[in-house]
């Protein structure tokens, strides 16, 4: 049920609670006061054309490479994934055409913050008709041309204070580059007005450990310092909780707490059917950190880090020595990797093969490696000489395959590599309907279920006000990877999951239901549904994916699957 207008429906157990209702994008809940972070600062209404356009252009230049020194400072400390962001977003800052339309607008009668903003906007409105990558940008712009703003005005920069205590932090959207700065140790949890299950957001906030609720519509007019509940799991938001609840919900975690303490080791059933428990990762301290975790190794590995900031391509060697670093911390354990997404969608200087009418439908992942073989090559070098060195068992899988003949060109590129084992990503639905064929050609798949739910959906992935049809509890969604488990199956090969669903307990149990066979998320996600499998059989587990297939909504067999599942576990989650 939608919260409406003014902070949504009242709760009968306490006459002071107020019910919000948003999109769970990292589970765990959490209890604290709201802290609302500051709204952009705007141009102000009144401002005056410049009265020297060219002395006005330099100041708006300062303030974007202000901005830029400021991120880029905050990167030095920062973890691997928050530093590329980080970095990605200075570069934004720093953008000659973006500065050079600022101009532009100052010359045609614009005031110095309002050329600004409407630059911004007019890039927004660029990056939003590509789609994909520069689409994923357009927060982190807007947080740019907001800073930048500030810095003319001589005003604070948006974003949240400084935290005095452990608080909930509210805010119309949070930029990657805030995001990626939180401070866990008081930070409880996050709401958003805006986002989606995929948004930087929502990943970080997992990657964390930081339950997060995002599509609250009310976010922003709940008054700091007001006491909230949320759960990252339900997406639901309490506004002045009753005190029990709180109570009952705080139990409730540390019985979760003491359950995820013992039960440790590989992933299987309760019946003994092994599932295997992999960790996603983005670069080297990424590795650093699941590596100490109790996982059995590394389900996704995404390299763009490697190339996305390169004006030239990565040399060999330099290549080897991030992937070693990557690869140390799983010696003996598996590490899949997936070999460069990149394309239209995902520019690089050094390969871009000009403009598409659209990037998420064109040469991207294993269609640019098709394009430039020497790129692919470089990297295959690369990984050879590394897996070596480290006694990392690698297993290396393409992007975007379609058909059985774009794996059985992959997989000869691997062996000629001298990798022993290759695999591709089933994110695409004709590779999904096909997967006896295309798997027959290598050595095991990945569901990428976020792009899968999206093609499958026809919804934009970076399309907030469409995260219902991209939920990967839908019916269609849950048919294509029914589809693909069955071709495997056929076909005699293993078939995980790394998409963000994998995290979910319950429907990681529907899943292996399904016949996946491995499954890799965020690290902090692993516990829970290692704990999920060993409460259910395997049989239990077909008989929970035979409930959500024959649910005629996302909610439905979500609420089918809960349902069914053992008392024990629907008590801790």
């Known amino acids: 049920m939608s919260s409406g207008s003014h902070l949504g429906e009242a709760r009968a157990e306490h006459p002071d609670a107020v019910v919000l209702h948003g999109l769970g994008v990292s589970p765990g809940s959490a209890y604290g006061p709201i802290v609302q972070a500051a709204a952009p600062v705007e141009p102000p209404a009144d401002e005056p054309a410049a009265e020297d356009p060219a002395a006005a252009s330099e100041t708006a230049i300062a303030s974007f490479m202000h901005v830029a020194d400021t991120l880029d400072a905050k990167a030095l400390s920062a973890e691997t994934t928050a530093r590329d962001i980080l970095k990605a977003t200075a570069m934004i800052a720093r953008d000659r055409s973006l500065h050079r339309e600022v101009t532009k607008r100052l010359n045609a009668g614009s005031g110095p913050t309002r050329a600004i903003a409407e630059a911004i906007e007019e890039f927004a409105a660029r990056f939003e008709a590509l789609g994909g990558y520069f689409a994923e940008r357009v927060t982190d712009l807007r947080d740019v041309g907001a800073r930048a703003i500030a810095e003319v005005l001589g005003e604070p920069a948006p974003g949240l204070p400084t935290l005095i205590e452990p608080s909930i932090v509210a805010a119309d959207d949070l930029a990657p580059a805030e995001t990626a700065t939180l401070d866990r140790s008081l930070v409880l949890g996050i709401v958003t007005r805006h986002g989606g299950l995929t948004s930087h957001t929502a990943i970080l906030a997992a990657q964390m450990g930081i339950p997060a609720v995002v599509q609250v519509h009310d976010a922003t007019t709940i008054p700091a310092g007001t006491p909230v509940s949320i759960d990252g799991g339900s997406g639901e938001v309490v506004v002045r909780p009753d005190p029990a609840a709180v109570e009952a919900a705080r139990e409730r975690r540390e019985r979760l707490a003491a359950a995820l303490a013992e039960v440790t080791g590989p992933g299987e059933t309760a019946d003994g059917h092994r599932v295997a428990l992999l960790a ?185 006000e469409l995260s219902e049809l991209l939920d990967p509890w839908q019916p269609a969604v849950l048919d294509v990877i029914a589809a693909a488990a069955a071709g495997a199956s056929q076909a005699g090969r293993p078939l995980g999951v790394c998409g963000e669903s994998a995290g979910d307990p319950l429907l990681a149990l529907v899943l292996v239901g399904l016949g996946v066979t491995s499954l890799s998320m965020a690290p902090s996600k692993v516990g829970a549904v290692r704990l999920a499998l060993r409460t259910h059989s395997q049989a239990d587990c077909r008989a929970l994916a035979d409930a959500a297939l024959e649910a005629e909504s996302p909610e439905a067999a979500r609420e089918a699957v809960r349902a069914a599942v053992a008392p024990a576990l629907a008590d801790l989650l």
């Open 280 to 464: 996603n990762i983005g670069g080297v301290e990424d590795a650093e950190l699941a590596g100490a975790e109790d996982v059995e190794g590394v389900g996704l590995f995404r390299t763009e880090f490697v190339f996305l900031s390169a004006v030239a391509a990565p040399t060999v060697e330099e290549q080897t020595e991030i992937y070693r670093k990557v690869f140390a911390p799983f010696s003996g354990r598996r590490v899949v990797v997936r070999t460069l997404d990149a394309g239209a969608d995902k520019p690089l200087a050094f390969a871009d093969l000009g403009p598409e009418e659209n990037p998420a439908l064109g040469r991207r992942g294993l269609r640019l490696s098709q394009a430039r073989p020497d790129v692919l090559d470089a990297q295959l070098q690369a990984l050879g000489a590394a897996s070596a060195e480290t006694g990392a068992d690698v297993r290396v899988m393409a992007p975007m395959v379609s058909t059985a003949a774009e794996a059985r060109w992959f997989a000869e590129q691997v062996r000629a590599a001298g990798l022993a084992t290759a695999g591709v990503m089933i994110e695409v639905p004709a590779a999904a309907l096909r997967a006896r064929q295309v798997l027959e050609a290598v050595d095991f798949g990945s569901l990428g279920t976020n792009d899968l739910a999206q093609y499958t959906m026809a919804a934009d992935r970076m399309e907030g």
